[in-house]
């Protein structure tokens, strides 16, 4: 069966998805909490200043030059399933698909989800992208 969107939407929540829902719908990971990006939300100049803010804030844990390749076995992905849980603002998404996963990202956040399909229609990148609570798969 299709996860229905619609359904997602208007499905009740208890109060700790709820919850969660509305935090991070309004403190999305745009990494602007320093300093506030003056350019257009989600567009490309937008995801290139958040997508830097957050490699750089990544440097400390990993390879400054790659910081998650290793980390998500992005090398092994090519041409396999791979569901990603709480997409964000789509940066995780856009590496794993760029390495070749056929990708089904989702999120419980509806500008997660817009955030990262912008990102996806920008780039010319395709993948299935779903409003969605996990834990209701």
Known sequence: MRY???????????????????????????????????????????????????????????????????????ADLSGKRVLEIGCGMGLHAEMLTRAGARLVAVDLSETSIAATRARFSLKRLDADIRLADAERL
Not at 8 to 14: F, Q, S
Not at 48 to 65: K, Q, T, Y
């Open 4 to 74: 229905d969107e619609k359904r997602a939407r208007e499905a009740p929540d208890d109060s700790a998805q709820s919850g969660n829902r509305a935090w991070w719908t309004a403190h999305t990971m745009s990494y602007d909490w320093r300093a506030p990006l003056a350019v257009e939300r989600f567009s490309q100049d937008w995801f290139d200043e958040i997508d830097r803010r957050f490699l750089h804030a990544s440097r400390l844990f990993g390879d400054p030059a790659d910081p998650f390749g290793p980390l998500m076995g992005l």
